[in-house]
């Protein structure tokens, strides 16, 4: 139950690098943070499971910074799943700031100590790497093959921080789909 305080993102990315931020943005975001003995935000995971286990993968939108446990994106999967009575574990594996090269190696090496069944990563292109939707797609070809799991992709909502990405979401989903030997999920609008 760590408490965490930071300034809530500010909707204009100008405020950020404005000389007098520090005066300005007045807001604060106050969330608490526990993480399991593997060091996954949420519960202990069954160990052996005990039934199907999605693991849910990729940056802060995963991990859901700034927001309780409760409502995290994985968290509130797993509570649609019991509303309905499905036997599926839902775990946040989520770390915020993780780039997508990293998200790969770090699902790759954990994977086995998960038993999980299928990995949903959330995630969008880095816009500051050269080849954005290429490394994208890679840490995805690289995670179904060094795992053997079925890996779904979940394209999140676009940071207002993230200039690029703002200009140039618009064609990732169907380049995705198009290159991507994985389901893809667009929830930009969405959210």
């Known amino acids: 139950r760590a408490e965490v305080t930071v300034i809530n993102r500010p909707h204009d990315p100008s405020e950020a690098n404005a000389e ?4 300005r943005v007045q807001r604060l975001r106050v969330f ?4 399991n003995s593997v060091g996954l935000r949420g519960p202990e995971l069954d160990n052996p499971k005990e039934k199907f286990r999605i693991i849910c993968a990729g940056d802060s939108v995963t991990f859901g910074w700034g927001v309780s446990y409760d ?12 509303q309905e009575g ?11 700031a993780m780039k997508p090269s990293s998200l790969a190696n770090w699902v ?22 050269p ?11 690289i995670i179904q093959k060094l795992t053997s799991l079925p890996v779904a992709l979940v394209l999140p909502p676009v940071s207002t921080f993230d200039v690029k990405g703002s200009q140039a979401y618009e064609g990732e989903y169907s380049w995705l789909k198009e290159n ?3 389901p893809v999920m667009d929830l930009t609008q969405t959210f």
């Open 20 to 23: 007098d931020r520090f005066e």
């Open 32 to 35: 608490h943070v526990s993480t």
């Open 71 to 82: 409502e995290s994106y994985p968290a509130r999967l797993q509570q649609t799943f019991q």
């Open 86 to 96: 499905r036997e599926i574990e839902v775990v946040n594996a989520g770390v915020p």
């Open 108 to 129: 790759t090496a954990q994977a086995a100590n998960w038993q999980a069944d299928l990995i949903v990563l959330a995630r969008r292109p880095d816009y500051q790497s």
């Open 131 to 141: 080849q954005p939707l290429e490394e994208l797609k890679a840490t995805m070809d």
């Open 180 to 182: 991507g030997n994985f």
